[in-house]
């Protein structure tokens, strides 16, 4: 492997996406790796901000139906433009809430325990939040979550096995929610495998994308998966809460909202008024209330870069990025006990990497102090995303000889081993 910087910048040179770091801010000095936690503001999205004040201030209530984004069917248009980059159909995507209340909703619709099917089955790597949502919906059944959700476990604290979920397929689960992508080491799970095993049980499955979508390729439709969310403030690049996103398969469609509101209707019927509802005949149905208009705007623009990038384009520089900088850190780091702790294989690795060191936490301290931005996960990982729109090979380069000067000289010892308030 060649490790001279100057092959980093022979491979930036390369890139047939390096014209998009331009479209963004990005702070002079610093090394950004946490567009898996928050994506970068681009100028577009900026831009499509302000389209939207502007809707408002010249179009008033007209806003709605008038400018060039009428805000009635905003949630709509951008579920089309999200469409390609999960492999659904556009009518069964919406943008609309947030992670955590779109799962609310789905499990408010899909879950439906009866005979001795009525258990929920997760695992025991996922994000927290999607873990209280489905204990909270067991409890809104009556049911007790100690008894009825099932968390796979993982047998090495990051990963989990294809086999182990499928083992936990059993006969009273009624429902499986998993994510895409872990959210500590990057696991991609076995989306088709695991959906094509959950149909033969008659189970239904659903994924949570937070952090797959933006970053690799999906074919939801093709595989049948009964549905999915996620958030857009990550690798898609929408913002501080940004507006989320979901995915109803079209078998599913006509089916009433576990959660109705007033959106959940059928467009032409809205405004009728009246106190049944018609609910609308695709993944809009699963909206509730009035959509976050000015939350949604940056979404506009940035999922036009989405487009005109292509999900293959930016998955293929993706793998190369992680690729390149596990390769430094296996090279230029190998006496400072760092372990690479995320999946190495293509077809399981994700869009960061994930070391583990026992002083993580003030490591992580001493490359802020030293404008790398990474992201610390609790207890001793060191999550690093090299983001395809926006990173270069050369900021991996630079990144990699940053922390080996902060582990030579042991930089990080100034700082405590504990974690900030967010990290
Ligand atoms: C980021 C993330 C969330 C966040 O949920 P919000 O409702 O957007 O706060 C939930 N689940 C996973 C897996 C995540 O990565």
């Not at 899909?110 to 258990?119: H, Q, R």
Request: charged fraction near 25%; charge should be negative; glycine fraction near 6%.
């Amino acid at each position: 492997m060649n490790t001279d910087k100057s092959y980093a910048q022979h491979l930036d040179r390369q890139d047939s996406l390096k014209h998009f770091r331009n479209e963004f801010y990005i702070s002079e000095d610093t090394i950004y790796f946490d567009g898996n936690s928050l994506g970068l503001m681009s100028k577009r999205a900026e831009g499509t901000i302000k389209t939207l004040t502007n809707a408002w201030k010249s179009h008033a209530i007209d806003g709605w139906t008038e400018g060039e984004h009428p805000w009635f069917y905003l949630s709509e248009k951008l579920g089309k433009m999200s469409a390609p980059l999960i492999g659904a159909k556009p009518e069964e995507v919406i943008v609309t809430g947030s992670t955590t209340t779109n799962l609310h909703q789905l499990v408010a619709s899909f879950f439906k325990p009866e005979g001795n099917k009525t258990k929920i089955l997760a695992d025991e790597l996922n994000f927290p939040s999607d873990i209280y949502a489905l204990k909270s919906q067991l409890r809104i059944h009556g049911l007790d979550p100690d008894a009825h959700l099932i968390q796979v476990k993982s047998n090495d604290k990051n990963t989990l096995e294809t086999r182990d979920i499928i083992d936990a397929m059993t006969d009273d689960i009624a429902l499986i929610i998993l994510p895409s992508v872990l959210y500590r080491s990057g696991q991609i799970l076995d989306m088709e495998t695991l959906t094509k095993e959950a149909h033969s049980r008659e189970i239904l499955i659903g994924f949570d994308l937070c952090h797959s979508i933006g970053s690799i390729p999906h074919q939801l439709s093709e595989w049948d998966v009964d549905f999915a969310f996620w958030c857009t403030y990550k690798h898609l690049n929408g913002g501080p809460g940004s507006v989320g996103g979901l995915y109803v398969n079209e078998k599913h469609f006509g089916n009433e909202p576990g959660l109705a509101g007033w959106f959940s209707s059928s467009k032409e019927k809205q405004f009728d008024m009246e106190h049944s509802l018609t609910a609308a005949e695709n993944a809009g149905a699963y909206q509730i209330g009035t959509p976050h208009v000015l939350s949604a705007a940056p979404l506009l623009g940035s999922l036009e870069m989405f487009q005109e990038a292509g999900i293959n384009h930016i998955r293929k520089k993706s793998l190369q990025l992680t690729n390149y900088l596990m390769e430094l850190v296996a090279t230029e780091l190998a006496d400072y006990h760092f372990t690479i702790a995320n999946p190495k294989d293509e077809i399981a690795r994700g869009g960061h990497v994930y070391l583990e060191h026992p002083e993580a936490a003030r490591i992580c301290k001493a490359l802020k102090a030293d404008k790398v931005i990474p992201d610390f996960r609790n207890p001793n990982g060191i999550r690093l995303a090299p983001v395809a729109l926006y990173n270069t090979f050369e900021e991996v380069w630079q990144m990699v000889h940053i922390l080996k000067t902060i582990m030579d000289e042991k930089r990080y010892t100034k700082y405590e081993n504990k974690r900030g308030v967010i990290a």
